[in-house]
């Protein structure tokens, strides 16, 4: 159980183009699902709180207008990296946790590693 | 600022030897300790989760909490080379936001 899946898994893009990145809990739901960046040899930081039904609580300095997220249903968050740049390359992961079981546990997802060209 | 401090390491054990794992935090309130493994260029996947101080022991893995003196170990025994990864501890303090140190990387040598 507590299984989750992002897609894709890696993306090449041209610089000014926008990504979306998708994070599923496959078998539990997830009324409040998290997106955090690694840059290599980093630790992860997180970026925003998805939360289903409303508005995603961004973490000091993360931009809400170039990184979108949208929390649609209970197993389903979006991220959407808008006119992608260079220095947005890295390696995003979403995580989850167990409504029903109400565990702080977050599972994680296998992560989408972006490159902007 | 809540921090969670590690080692970077590497720390360096023989394949059968203990390996042992420091973390300390600052936000004395924090209540949810957790340990995750991260393999290179894979996300983290969790070890375990502890929150009364003391141990708790799952297989070859032992997680310590000190809330007193604000840190949390975790032992792996009989360590093997498929256990060489990157160890991140993480903290949830009063925001119920997810906290992680670093990462400490053990590498286990046959």
């Known amino acids: 159980g507590a299984v989750v899946s992002q897609h894709p898994s890696r993306v090449i893009c041209k610089s000014g183009t926008s990504v979306k990145i998708e994070c599923r809990s496959l078998?539990?739901?997830?009324?409040?699902m998290f997106w955090y960046r690694q840059f290599p040899k980093q630790s992860l930081m997180l970026m925003a709180t998805?939360?289903?039904?409303?508005?995603?609580?961004?973490e000091q300095g993360v931009e809400k207008d170039k990184f979108l997220i949208n929390h649609a249903s209970l197993t389903l968050s979006t991220l959407t990296v808008t006119s992608a740049h260079p220095e947005d390359s890295s390696f995003y992961i979403c995580?989850?946790?167990?409504?029903?079981?109400?565990?702080?546990?977050?599972?994680f997802g296998p992560g989408t590693r972006l490159l902007v060209l | 600022q809540k921090e969670v401090e590690q080692n970077s390491g590497p720390l360096s054990v023989p394949e059968g030897a203990i390996a042992s794992l420091n973390c300390t935090y600052s936000?004395?309130?924090?209540?949810?300790f957790f340990w995750y493994r991260q393999y290179s260029g894979k996300s983290p996947e969790l070890i375990m989760s502890?929150?009364?101080?003391g141990d708790k022991e799952d297989g070859r893995f032992t997680a310590q909490l000190n809330k007193a003196s604000q840190y949390v170990s975790l032992l792996i025994r009989d360590s093997q080379p498929s256990d060489s990864a990157t160890y991140l501890c993480?903290?949830?303090?009063?925001?119920?936001?997810?906290?992680f140190g670093k990462g400490t990387m053990l590498l286990v040598s046959p």
């Open positions: 993480a903290v949830i303090g009063g925001y119920s936001t997810l906290t």
């Open positions: 936000d004395r309130g924090s209540q949810s």
């Open positions: 078998d539990f739901q997830a009324t409040t």
């Open positions: 995580s989850a946790r167990d409504q029903v079981r109400r565990e702080e546990t977050q599972y």
């Open positions: 502890i929150y009364s101080n």
């Open positions: 998805s939360n289903e039904g409303s508005k995603a609580t961004y």
